[in-house]
């Protein structure tokens, strides 16, 4: 038996997204800048997805631009709404700490170049107080970036709280809705965001395509310098079978949003409540404001990659945090934002589920990872000084 639990770091592809991939690779293979037959084809089908992508985010079509993913949105949002202060001689920027990394490190870069960046916790519950936003606004703070939902714990924030705050204060307000997008309702409308990305890959759709939303009076900066596709915005051939396959990904997810998240959160409920039992164990984030799919747990005394190990060999695909991390011997970020020590961080898991997923794969999840904690912990020298009381439990 395999059971895909690590849909956090990708999905995958539903059947109506594959056949959207193939339909338009056989019959829209045209380049949309053409002005010949096939050309006007594609373009006409490229700006028929755009028109769907805008009516499902709340948006209009001229606010829609194709990208090669969620990082890529990331950096564009940003990288656009500095540049943008900069020319008003406002370089600060707001930020949380448990980003995803296409945050944080673009964050980076702009800090080499004299922006500032002020990060605001988010608490042990892995949730950002609005009031904290506030706080660290500055008469010269160009753009808010929050995400929606964090990857590694799952927690859901009060993005339409803070977005709130910033329309209220005339800043930018940018979120990462990566992990949202399909599993809690998403529209920039009532979020009142002004910039948001999106990756099809984390709702079943492909890889290397995504979606920024960005309010019609921002100017973009361009990333890629190319032709005039995407308003200028974005140089290079729109990559129209995997735009079309996305956008499949994406009506169907939000035609069965409330139908998924119910179904997923009752499979996630018996994850929390199964692996809760487990002695010196915690789950990660607040309980109750999290995405139906994903969660998050620390098992003291035990190192995260062998629990790892131990369950894909038990058929069990999980993660320890963010795939992006993984293979690094640091602790996530997320989870030192949480407060947690070192030691602690170490052990996590993180399993994140879709509707793929079934009650039998959560009955084998729940049988496995006992027995895999208890015969690691068996082995640790970690959990010996535990044991023995030689160090002190923490969880
Ligand atoms: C996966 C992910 C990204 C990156 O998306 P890619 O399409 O893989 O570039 C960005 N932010 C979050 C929160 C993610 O989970």
Redesign the pocket.
Known sequence: MRVYADN?ATTPMSAAAKQALVDATERLWGNPSSLHTEGQIAKEALEDARARVARLLGADPKEIYFTG????A?NQAIVSCARLGARSGKKHIVSTAFE?H?VLHTLKKLEKEGYEVTLVGVGERGVVCPEEIRAALRPDTCLVTV?YAN?EIGTVQPISEIGAICREAGVFFHT?A??AFGHVPVNVVTDNVDLLSL?A??FHGPKGV?VLYAKRRIPLTNLIEGGAQERGKRGGTENLPAILSMVAAMEEACANLAQNAAYVSGLRDTLICELSKIPHSRLNGDREKRVPGTVNFCFEGIEGESLLLHLDFEGIAASSGSACTSGSLDPSHVLLALGLPHEVAHGSLRLSLSHYNTAEEVAHIVKVVPQVVTYLRNMSPMWEDLETGKKPHII
């Open positions: 956090a993913g969620g990082s890529e990331d995803h296409a995400m990857n990462d990566v992990q990756a890959h984390k995504g």
